[in-house]
């Protein structure tokens, strides 16, 4: 008699692959196998159905689960079934509702963002940029993907020499970095990581920028009542981490400090449609992180009078990245060996290869929106970056 997990596997057929389950070989679908799977042990019926992602994905972290060859391939051949995954919202509620308050959301950021500067060093890139790169030519490498990809934020922002600008979620701060040296204005980064607040002081101090930039520990919804005005204002992969219910207030936020004709770019992780995400993804990797659609997105930017001058999908060049940073990581595995346990290891491992395969089956896309508030007849009539 066939193990309950092996039935239940059957489901996926997409792409053939095979199972070794008790000494046992198993082929699910039609055709040559495109990968292999190894269970040390089954998984349990009520698990798969409570959630396929959970049960997978700590399976693999466990090593009850093991690929046999390439992660990423098989992943990329297994994930655009995610259709076929099985949730149940109800037991999963504290995982996939968490509260939206200011201190469980400084507390989902940071539980992420303050793993340890010395750990992303790792397998970022020198800029310390961790969002979608811009490949500009084929044979670019990971650095300076980040670097065009900055260059090309600020291009679309229309900057000029003292504007002011707001980099809402400011990572490491790279970009307003770039954006003082190359367009000598005046910016401001918020950021709820204290990691990235330290290390972002430290770069300031470094390139002597001091009297053009200053990084606070703030919580967007806190910027109406700052008392800042701003000529531009980005955000680049932060909005995924206010929830749905806040991405109007977001977009309130974000009007309330731009001026009049002032111009906004920002760019996330988007889905075609709307859905609470990824239960294992949100156990492990983004607790309370909620990806928007890109239509929810624009329909909150028309409420707060923002036109919208462009959309760009840079769908494929986030893949591209997330296998950089994948390659980095195994690359690096000596030194994160003696950062981590192997649990944690093969967590992230699995975190970085997946999402690029999500990527890649257009299960999620990368948008930036540029928008101004209100009219704005003085921005460029064509694309001309």
């Known amino acids: 008699m066939k193990d309950i997990l092996v039935t239940f596997l059957e489901r996926f057929t997409d792409y053939p692959f095979l199972v070794k389950l008790n000494g046992k070989e198993y082929k699910i679908g039609e055709g040559t196998p495109e990968f292999t799977v190894k269970f040390n042990k089954s998984i349990p019926k009520t698990k798969l159905l409570t959630s396929t992602s959970l049960a997978l994905g700590e399976a693999y972290m466990d090593k009850d689960l093991e690929i046999e060859g390439d992660l990423y391939y098989a992943l990329d051949h297994f994930l655009g079934q995610l259709g076929k995954f099985s949730t149940d919202e109800n037991a999963l509620k504290k995982i996939m509702h968490s509260s939206v308050s ?5 507390k989902e950021v940071t539980s992420h ?17 961790y969002s979608c790169g811009y ?3 084929p044979d670019d490498t990971l650095y300076q993907a980040q670097v065009n990809k900055v260059d090309y934020i600020l291009e679309k922002l229309n900057l000029k020499e003292g504007m002011t600008l707001l980099d809402i979620g400011c990572g490491w701060g790279f970009l307003l970095i770039e954006a003082a040296k190359k367009y000598k204005i005046k910016g401001v980064g918020i950021t709820l990581s204290h990691e990235q607040c330290k290390e972002f002081e430290r770069r300031i101090e470094e390139e002597g920028l001091q009297d053009q930039l ?19 204002v980005v955000s680049v992969g932060m909005v995924e981490h206010v929830g749905r219910a806040n991405y109007q207030l977001f977009n309130d936020c974000v009007k309330a400090v731009l001026k009049d004709g002032g111009t906004f770019l920002l760019h996330f992780i988007s889905a075609l449609k709307e859905h609470a995400g990824d239960p294992w993804i ?26 919208i001058m462009d959309i760009e999908n840079l769908r494929l060049h986030y893949n591209k990245t997330l296998l950089c940073w994948a390659d980095n990581f195994h690359r690096h595995m000596e030194e994160e060996k003696k950062m981590f346990d192997e649990r944690f290891l093969r967590m992230w491992d699995l975190y970085l290869n997946a999402c690029a395969a999500t990527f890649h089956n257009g299960i999620i896309d990368i948008h930036q929106i540029v928008a101004t508030k209100g009219i704005n007849n003085d921005y460029p009539m064509v694309r001309w970056y």
């Not at 963002?113 to 940029?129: A, C, H, V």
């Not at 200053?214 to 000529?231: A, I």
């Not at 949100?282 to 923002?306: H, Q």
């Open 113 to 129: 963002y303050d793993i340890g500067n010395d750990f992303y060093r790792l397998w970022l890139d020198e800029t310390m940029s």
């Open 102 to 106: 200011k201190k469980n959301q400084e």
């Open 282 to 307: 949100k156990k492990y990797i983004f607790p309370g992180g909620t990806v928007p659609s890109l239509r929810e997105m624009v329909s909150c930017m028309a409420e707060d009078d923002f036109h």
């Open 135 to 137: 490949f500009r030519h």
């Open 214 to 232: 200053k990084v606070e520990l703030m919580d967007y919804r806190d910027l109406p009542k700052s008392g800042y005005t701003f000529d531009r």
